[in-house]
């Protein structure tokens, strides 16, 4: 027993695949859209919408107790850490270089104007010498270097060089310039005439300066180290705390608070809107592909495309009206019932591919949080592969519980890696999954049934219903018809174990067993199982094309009252697939012996469909042995297994199975489970030991008497 069932429709291999495909487009495209919408636009009106710089018209307070780490306050914190750094002050060897080189440029060109023959006249000279540098030197040191001999300027010039050098090699910050340009004649050699003494400490004064500068790159990375020192800080709100009091010019801080909160509304971001349009046309499209390759039937089934579609939205619009501004929430939501809900109803391998794609959109609305995306997508993928073909409502607690554990021990990974000691958040969040699996099987278990019956899809609880012998039509067979009653448990019994043993759906097979032959209501006096012994047999007086057209109509009769009451349209499929396209091969005989003319096969043919699945196969196979077997006088099994053997062979060769999937192994299975049943159910017996006087009989004759006891019993 399974908890759906899911075998292919007839009219999907009928229908033209076209308008399927282009429904499935139109299916996927608007579902793209409505989730681009519910992705990027917030479902639920925030209470505050101010913008920063705006007047609070109220105080606006903390409904709940949040913490977050606050952006702007840890970048305040950072920025105030780096601005404490130092700069990093290096002595460069540029400026120094370039200062001794200026200063014996200077000497270089005061050589060129005391050797110029073209300026005999002192004043000349001098007035050259002091307009060498700006600003001037001094009419005195001018006057000096002018009428100076070689072997004086020589040494001048070699001790003003010494001395800056002296004076040049040390740091020299922007604030200490004057000091030490104050501090040249220290530096200089007390050998000199003060005349000359002066000349030198003018020259050296003039290339004195800062030798210093910033290293920037240096000092960038100081900054940046005492930046990421500095850790987040978190800001707490507790409940019913002010956040921006009355009257209040909102600030930044204010507008972070309020969005942790979930209490500002921001206005539409079109650069949000484009990139949750692409996440949207891309998952849809992935799926896509997905069912394209692996799960095709699906697209001709188009209110299973639609209840695919609707699951998806209503886990996305109920994850944004609850997680934004409440991270928490998030490990509580129950995700995994939606891949439960498709696996029970569709199939398990699209569930999960399905939950991949709904733990990717939890973790864009968490923001972006690989934590619980993670945890979405274990939970989704147990919850998906622990209800697949489960039997009992039992199941899908358990499979809440595994889900619960596999979601815990994701959790528990993530905070181990986090190197986090944080045990509260540790048991709350545990606790949360804990519920999230608790209540991912309550609506699971709670909305299948439903959303089964809406959509169309058979489920296990249908089925059971459908089997119970209190159903009006099955009480009407029962009433009406007791031998095609009984006939159909037979068969049903037997549909039901060959079913097992392929893999097949054993319960849908079995009630399908059960209304196979409803038609037969309408003339339950014209098939011989519901004929009593002093009741004459119709067809005695009906021509063969007459009683071969009776015999067919109990298919269309049995289609028109199982729609009457409203069976399944599996069910309703399956009647007039258990006969196909079969010859009644007993009145067309009997016409073609009657006259020496073609007869018309067509006047004697089931008007099919042919079976168009596993199911249908089996209780077309087991509906033609199990009045086989009836109608044989030889119930050994050396006969029964020939008989099953003969009927399968015929189904083979007239194609009846051309349609469906059933392999050799198949019916190989399918016939061992026949002769197995059939062998048990005509099983020899021995008689009664006879009362009073009689004499008991032989061993042997007990055997041979069997048939007629069973025959008897029966």
Not at 237 to 258: K, M, S
Not at 488 to 506: F, K, Q, T
């Amino acid at each position: 027993m399974r908890l759906v069932h899911k075998t292919a429709s007839p009219s999907a291999t009928r229908t033209s695949s076209r308008p399927r495909v282009a429904l499935a487009v139109v299916v996927g495209v608007v579902t793209a859209l409505l989730l681009t919408f519910v992705l990027s636009v917030d479902l639920l009106p925030r209470v505050y919408d101010v913008k920063e710089g705006d007047v609070a018209p109220v105080a606006i307070k903390a409904p709940r107790k949040i913490s977050f780490v606050s952006q702007i306050r840890t970048r305040q914190a950072r920025d105030a850490a780096a601005a404490q750094v130092p700069p990093v002050i290096e002595l460069s060897r540029d400026v120094i270089s370039q200062q001794t080189r200026g200063l014996a440029d200077l000497i270089q060109a005061i050589n060129v104007v005391r050797g110029d023959r073209t300026r005999p006249a002192l004043d000349d000279r001098t007035r050259a010498i002091a307009g060498l540098i700006t600003p001037s030197l001094s009419d005195t040191t001018a006057r000096q270097l002018a009428i100076l001999d070689d072997y004086r300027w020589s040494t001048i010039a070699n001790e003003s060089q010494r001395a800056l050098q002296d004076i040049m090699k040390d740091r020299i910050p922007d604030d200490r310039v004057d000091e030490l340009r104050n501090e040249v004649p220290l530096h200089v050699s007390p050998m000199f005439a003060e005349a000359d003494r002066s000349v030198v400490v003018e020259l050296v004064q003039r290339f004195v300066r800062s030798n210093q500068v910033l290293n920037k790159d240096a000092t960038s990375r100081a900054q940046q180290d005492a930046r990421e020192a500095v850790a987040p800080v978190e800001q707490t709100y507790e409940r019913g705390q002010t956040v921006v009091r009355d009257g209040q010019v909102v600030g930044p801080q204010e507008i972070e608070a309020l969005e942790a909160l979930g209490l500002r509304n921001p206005e539409l971001d079109w650069q949000a809107v484009a990139a949750a349009g692409l996440l949207s046309f891309t998952i849809i499209g992935v799926l896509a592909a997905f069912i394209w390759h692996f799960d095709r039937a699906l697209l001709y089934r188009d209110r299973r495309m639609i209840l695919l579609a609707g699951l998806v939205l209503v886990a996305a619009v109920a994850a944004r009206m609850v997680i934004p501004g409440r991270p928490l929430w998030a490990y509580v939501f129950p995700l995994p019932a939606i891949s439960m809900l498709l696996a029970i109803l569709i199939d398990a391998q699209l569930a999960v591919a399905v939950g991949v794609m709904l733990s990717i959109l939890l973790a864009w609305i968490a923001g972006a949080s690989l934590e619980v995306g993670v945890i979405g997508l274990v939970g989704t993928m147990v919850g998906s592969l622990a209800v697949w073909r489960k039997e009992r409502m039992i199941a899908y607690f358990v499979a809440g519980a595994e889900v619960a554990s596999a979601m815990v021990a994701a959790y528990v990974a993530f905070f181990l890696a986090s190197r986090s000691d944080d045990l509260a958040l540790l048991s709350i969040v545990s606790f949360e999954l804990l519920v999230n699996g608790l209540l991912s099987s309550l609506l699971a278990v709670g909305s299948f049934a439903l959303l089964g019956r809406l959509f169309g899809i058979l489920t296990t609880m249908q089925l059971l219903e459908l089997a119970n012998p209190t159903q009006p039509l099955l009480r009407r067979l029962l009433m009406e018809a007791p031998g095609t009653y009984h006939h159909s448990i037979m068969v049903g019994n037997l549909a039901e174990r060959a079913a097992e043993v392929i893999g097949a759906d054993s319960l849908l097979v079995r009630v399908a067993a059960y209304y196979h032959d409803v038609g037969k209501l309408e003339r339950p006096w014209a098939f011989i199982e519901n004929q009593a012994d002093t009741v004459a047999n119709v067809h005695d007086t009906l021509d063969p094309v007459a009683s071969a057209q009776v015999i067919a109509a109990h298919v269309t009769d049995g289609v028109k009252l199982a729609e009457r009451y409203r069976l399944p349209a599996r069910i309703r499929e399956m009647i007039p697939q258990h006969h196909g396209t079969r010859t009644i091969s007993f009145f067309y005989q009997q016409a073609a012996e009657r006259t020496t003319e073609t007869v018309d096969a067509a006047l004697f043919t089931y008007p099919g469909p042919r079976p168009q699945s596993r199911e249908a196969a089996i209780l077309m196979l087991s509906d033609s042995t199990e009045a086989a077997a009836r109608a044989s006088r030889d119930h050994s099994r050396e006969a029964i297994e020939q008989l099953v053997e003969r009927i399968i062979r015929q189904r083979l060769e007239e194609g009846q199975f051309d349609d469906c999937n059933l392999t050799l192994r198949d019916l190989t299975r399918i016939k061992q489970s026949f002769v197995t049943l059939l062998t048990g159910i005509y099983h020899p017996r021995i008689p009664y030991p006879p009362s009073g006087g009689e004499a008991r009989p032989a061993l042997g004759e007990a055997r041979s008497s069997a048939g007629s006891d069973v025959a008897a019993s029966a």
